[in-house]
């Protein structure tokens, strides 16, 4: 039986994580880690630790430490900063005989800054939104001029989308970078439609494992922040569109020529409905991937194994093996049920739910 330590344990994306191996029959023994220790409490782990943040003092330090007593088999973490920094120590944790399954240490800094990314992607001919990195007002300027009316700002790093902001007022976006003191650390970009799709990926040693396309037909509590964005999907839906297998392998081809490990490609729609990287979530699942192990592609448990063994496990279909049409409809305090899109159309068209007694 496996030893994993998950990082972030407790939160929304790590416990999606540890519910997967924990549907896997496996019988891992999950340990956890966390900065919160109120979140502690609610992670599924048989010992939580407490440690600094990713980027506060004292965390590498911390950790090591952690391993070295608890020596577990593998290490994951769930989070963009403690992915960065497990990435640059992960000399230090393979020496304690700790795996990992991590793509190259070159590869994790380009896609934690997104526009890095986009720089990448721009060049090799990758279809990408406009973007221009805001580092002082006169950028700001040149945004407006070159991208408007109407822009989307966002921090270069960071998950959940912050710092996320569509505006046609440049009083307005020159305040809201100063909010953020983020000079230098914002992009903006030509708006595209609200219609966004993510490509999750496990490869190994440059060949694709298993992907999944899910489109987001709603965020959670996106009426309570003024881009809509929250990070946090309501309603996920399985899909399959060639188009997006397409954009979703010339991105991570552009970022990394032999991928190792996961690569979540994020991509919005433009107005042609063609889908635009916006990003790859390195080295991480996507907060909501229980939706595919209930679905019955458990993710984590072949990644694990992956990094455990070496080879994969999976054998099935290699792209989209998930069935069209699948939800997810999450909220909070109550568990995620999955549905068929057509019980959701049923709904909308009749007015009326109907459960089996």
Not at 135 to 160: H, I, K
Request: hydrophobic share 40%; aromatic share 8%; charged share 25%.
């Amino acid at each position: 039986m496996a030893t994993i330590y998950v990082g972030g344990a407790g939160g929304a994306p790590a416990n999606n994580f540890i519910s997967s191996l924990r549907a896997s029959d496996r019988g891992y023994d999950v340990i956890g880690g966390c900065s919160s220790p109120t979140d502690l409490f609610l992670a599924d782990v048989s010992r939580g630790h407490l440690l600094p943040g990713a980027r506060a003092p004292g965390y590498a330090e911390r950790l090591l430490k952690i391993l070295r007593d608890e020596r577990p088999d593998f290490l994951h973490v769930q989070h963009d900063y403690e992915v960065l920094a497990i990435s640059e120590l992960r000399d230090e944790i393979h020496a304690l005989g700790v795996k990992t399954f991590l793509p190259a240490p070159q590869t994790v800094r380009d896609c934690v800054d997104k526009f890095a990314s986009y720089a990448i992607w721009e060049k090799a001919g990758v279809p990408v939104p406009r973007t221009i990195r805001v580092d002082d007002e006169s950028d700001l300027v040149s945004a407006f001029a070159e991208l408007g009316p109407s822009l989307w700002l966002r921090a270069t790093t960071g998950g959940g989308g912050r710092g996320a902001v569509p505006t046609d007022d440049i009083d307005f976006a020159r305040m809201w970078i100063s909010r953020f003191d983020g000079w230098g650390a914002f992009t903006a970009a030509e708006q595209l439609t609200a219609d966004t799709v993510t490509w999750s990926s496990l490869w190994l040693d440059g060949d694709l494992v298993v992907a999944q396309t899910r489109r987001r037909r709603s965020w959670s509590f996106g009426d309570r922040t003024l881009s809509g964005v929250t990070g946090v999907t309501a309603v996920g839906e399985t899909d399959a569109d060639p188009r997006v297998d397409e954009t979703a392998l010339a991105a991570i081809r552009a970022i990394d020529p032999r991928p190792n490990g996961i690569f979540s490609v994020d991509m919005t729609l433009d107005r042609d409905g063609l889908p635009r990287p916006t990003e790859i979530n390195i080295a991480r699942f996507f907060t909501t991937i229980g939706f595919f192990t209930a679905a019955g592609l458990n993710m984590p448990e072949i990644y694990c194994e992956l990094g455990l063994q070496g080879r994969s496990i999976w054998t099935g279909a290699t792209i989209n093996p998930l069935p069209k049409g699948l939800v997810w409809i999450r909220g909070m305090d109550v568990p995620p049920q999955l549905h068929r899109r057509e019980e959701l159309d049923e709904l909308v068209r009749t007015g009326m739910l109907r459960r089996a007694p």
